[in-house]
């Protein structure tokens, strides 16, 4: 017995409708399984019931609120394939616009050595190194199962990416011409209010900013001048509602932009010392 793909398509969309849940992750999880891209599904007739089947254990956990990258254990993010499970946060696709700023500063200004502090999976220091072949690139974090992990997607994405385990700069000694930084950036106070999904599966040490969600943005002032060469830039990721404090706190930097995520909210910041 064999299921048409339309009709497998369109009832499972009207579910993920109906439960709040973006529809496009219905033809993630079919084309996972299939083994075939998004593009290629409108080429399919039939799915035999082996597929369907797995298809709908997939089906079951998305309803249980379980993310599909952290159902298939992989993201695409900034074209590369990157390998995910729960001791790192998600790659957003927001955080592809710190990508976009930091390769066009890079390029503009002939940088040749960035830090990526707070890599997680290390999905903006591999898109950056991807991208500007000749920088080199540094990615920092303090845990270490995000570092093994980062360092086996820059392996599988062929990124030769310099390593770093530090708590913040603690371990950091050279200085760099670019810092780039996505840090925890959530206020602890609202920490409730995230959905369960982000909640249960993205670590609460990358999402916890502590007070205002501020925490990191104060390391980062305090430290980021001695570890930028002097005309280095600061591209960091940050809240919309944060940007007036952060302006106000790097007050000894130049400010050069904010740069508007997919939603039109003031997510990047650059700054220039
Ligand atoms: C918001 S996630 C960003 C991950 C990745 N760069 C991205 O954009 O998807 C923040 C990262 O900061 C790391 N982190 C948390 N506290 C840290 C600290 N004290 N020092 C260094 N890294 C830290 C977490 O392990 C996590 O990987």
Redo the contacts with the bound molecule.
Sequence with gaps: MCMKLLDLRKNLKKEFNQHDIDEVDVDFIISEVLGVKHTELILMDNVDDDAVAEIMEKVKLRLNNVPVDKIFKKSY?YGLDLVIND??????AD?EI?VETAIKYIKENQYSSVL??????????IAVKKNVPDAEVS?????EK?LSLAKKNAKRNGADINFIK???F?NVTEKYDVII?????IATDDLDELDEEVLRH??H????GGEMGLK?FN?IHENAKQHLNNGGMLIL?MDSMQKMLIQSLFTDFKFIECVKDYNGLDRVVVFKK
């Design positions: 993010f001791n790192v946060l998600s790659p957003r955080s710190l990526d502090l707070c890599t997680g999976s290390g999905c903006l220091a990615a920092s974090d303090r845990y995000a530090s708590n913040m603690e930084s996505n840090p925890p950036y993205d670590p040490h990358a999402l916890d990191y390391i990721e």
